[in-house]
């Protein structure tokens, strides 16, 4: 579909500012969900406790880049498989993500999109966020090189994991939207 090249293209090279607003993870999550398609031979399993603390994003850009995952991670497994969306909180620093935003201190809502499917080889996980990379023979390569953009653009980071005929695992950490404390008087 070449209108959607097109899109991409101009997404990856132009990508907007966020207009960021306080978002509650799981309606994040859940609405990438709904907008994926999801064929009936892949098991759905959310783990989206409701006591995460809201994040501060683009509401369309990290919609963008879940959809994206979970299209990767549906595509990953043409035979039917499990794929697990699950959200935490995370407080500290973390070390195992690291892109541009490497500092990432304090609390942070990590959301992991993981699949049962062939798994990335070792050679093709350095290529992975490379744009114009792909192993599909209908993929142009920018789903990925867009996805870390538009992450990083949000404050956050993207990382991978993956086995080799076991699934891969992808997570994105966005920062945790800063509460005002009011002092006791």
Known sequence: NSRRIISDLLD?????PPMR??????????ESIGRSAIP???????????TLPTVNVDLH????VLQSLITNAVQAMPDGGALRVAARRVSGFNSELKTQ??????????ISVEDTGEGISPENMKKLFQPLFTTRSRGIGLGLAISQKL?????????VESRVGEGTTFTVALPAAKCKVQSAK
Do not use: H, M, W
Request: charged residues 20%.
């Open 12 to 16: 990856f090279t132009s990508a907007k």
């Open 21 to 30: 607003r306080t978002v509650a993870p799981r309606e994040l999550i859940e």
């Open 40 to 50: 009936e031979s892949v098991q759905l399993q959310a783990d989206l406790p409701a």
């Open 61 to 64: 850009q990290i919609g963008q």
């Open 101 to 110: 935003n490497s500092e990432l201190y304090g609390d942070f809502v990590e």
């Open 151 to 159: 992450t990083e653009a949000n404050g956050g980071t993207i990382g």
